[in-house]
């Protein structure tokens, strides 16, 4: 018997949440499908101009006024001397001599005639049996390497 009355207390509460939730969507205005939306009234206009006024204004005003997300343009930028753009001369360690694919380790990587470092500052030109030619790929000067050894 107790169990048969709980299951009608249950089911009484869960009508009356149910007619609760229904009561509370009759409140609001149904549109048909495809209708156009209402225009807001003048208190929704003040909303609305609020918060667009809200999003367009910055979050933290900065001390010096600079936008931090702004890349710098040509005349900001600090202008570099020509002594910070000389690279230091790449080290040549091995050839290994091949006359079909001659291959040279610079700087520790692997390369042949015609690759780009893996920086791309340099292309190897041409791989000779005692040296190596690359042309740097910013100033376009060649400079012929040694091999380590021969030093």
């Known amino acids: 018997m107790k169990v048969e009355n709980g299951m009608l207390v249950i089911s009484i509460l869960s009508l009356l949440i ?44 900065l001390p010096s006024g600079r936008d931090v997300f702004r890349l710098p343009q040509q005349e900001d930028r600090p202008k570099t001397s020509p002594a910070s753009t000389i690279q230091p001369t790449p080290t040549l360690s091995t050839i290994c001599w091949d006359k079909k694919t001659p291959l040279a380790i610079i700087d520790g990587q692997i390369l042949a005639e015609g690759d780009l470092d893996s920086k791309s ?4 030109e041409l791989i000779m049996p005692d040296k190596a030619k690359i042309k740097f790929l910013n100033t376009g000067k ?10």
């Not at 609020?50 to 204004?57: A, D, G, H, Q, R």
């Not at 500052?121 to 190897?124: I, K």
């Open 121 to 124: 500052q340099y292309r190897v």
């Open 18 to 61: 149910c007619a609760l939730f229904w009561y509370r969507l009759s409140q609001f205005d149904k549109l048909p499908v495809g209708a156009p939306a209402p225009l807001p009234s003048s208190s929704q206009e003040e909303e609305v101009t609020l918060e667009k006024e809200i999003e367009t204004s910055a979050a933290i005003e």
């Open 142 to 151: 060649s400079v012929w390497l040694l091999s380590s050894v021969e030093k």
